[in-house]
């Protein structure tokens, strides 16, 4: 089971773009790559996934190397309340398998 | 479309009794996962369910249980309650297995043991 690792925590100002990095050495070649967000005393919720190369939606782009090593979580234009944690996961389409997640990156977005 | 739903949200309980959690999946959802968020451990998988079957498990002793109805429903229970179970129990759900696939979280059950 692919493991992750993303920096603990990220400061940022607001207005600025983001980005957050996860490496995932031992992906697999049917792991799709997952982002969630999560605010205190919430349940986590789906940013953005991906299999390779670049994929973008109304909230953020999900940029993928060609070796699939790494993955970066691009947020354009923060604001204040993108303040949370941001969560980076692997996992085989449809294989089930117990979805590990890591410590994420808590990013804090000041004025 | 309505998202999943947990229920109760908030939950005192004090050590050595029990308690169900109960978890509503998103209509059309066949999996449905639990998962164990502590200040100290982060989010830790406990067990998914699909289609009615445990499919695969967490690191979590016997005392945590879960099962799972024939509309996807599920619920969980943990029995003989220790204080280090106090917790954000979350549920979340997906079209089919989890891995790659979206999963859609619920609010949570907080469970305080005292």
């Known amino acids: 089971l692919a493991k992750t690792t993303q920096p603990i925590s990220m400061d940022s100002y607001e207005g600025q773009e983001v980005n957050i990095t996860c490496s995932h050495n031992?992906?697999?070649?049917?792991?799709?790559i997952t982002w969630y967000q999560q605010f205190p005393s919430q349940g986590p919720r789906f940013i953005i996934q991906?299999?390779?190369t670049k994929v973008t939606n109304e909230v953020a782009s999900l940029f993928i190397p060609a070796d699939r090593k790494s993955s970066t979580l691009s947020l354009p234009r923060v604001s204040l309340s993108d303040t949370a944690v941001y969560y980076c996961?692997?996992?085989?389409?449809?294989?089930?398998?117990?979805?590990?997640f890591g410590q994420g990156t808590e990013l804090s977005v000041k004025p | 479309k309505a998202g999943v739903t947990q229920t109760p949200r908030y939950l005192i309980k004090t050590r050595g009794q029990q308690v169900t959690l109960s978890c509503s999946p998103i209509?059309?959802?066949?999996?449905v996962s639990w998962y164990q968020q502590t200040p100290g451990q982060g989010l830790q998988f406990l067990f998914e369910?699909?289609?009615?079957?445990?499919?695969n498990k967490g690191n979590f002793p016997g005392r945590f249980s879960g099962r799972q109805f024939s509309n996807s429903r599920s619920e969980m229970n943990v029995s003989t309650l220790e204080l280090g179970d106090s917790a954000l129990y979350l549920c979340?759900?997906?079209?089919?297995?989890?891995?790659?696939?979206?999963?859609?979280f619920g609010p949570g059950t907080r469970l305080t043991v005292l």
């Open positions: 979340a759900s997906s079209l089919e297995l989890q891995g790659g696939d979206t999963q859609y």
């Open positions: 031992n992906i697999a070649t049917n792991d799709y």
């Open positions: 991906g299999y390779k």
């Open positions: 996961l692997v996992g085989a389409y449809n294989q089930g398998g117990k979805l590990i």
């Open positions: 209509s059309g959802h066949r999996s």
């Open positions: 369910y699909f289609s009615e079957t445990q499919r």
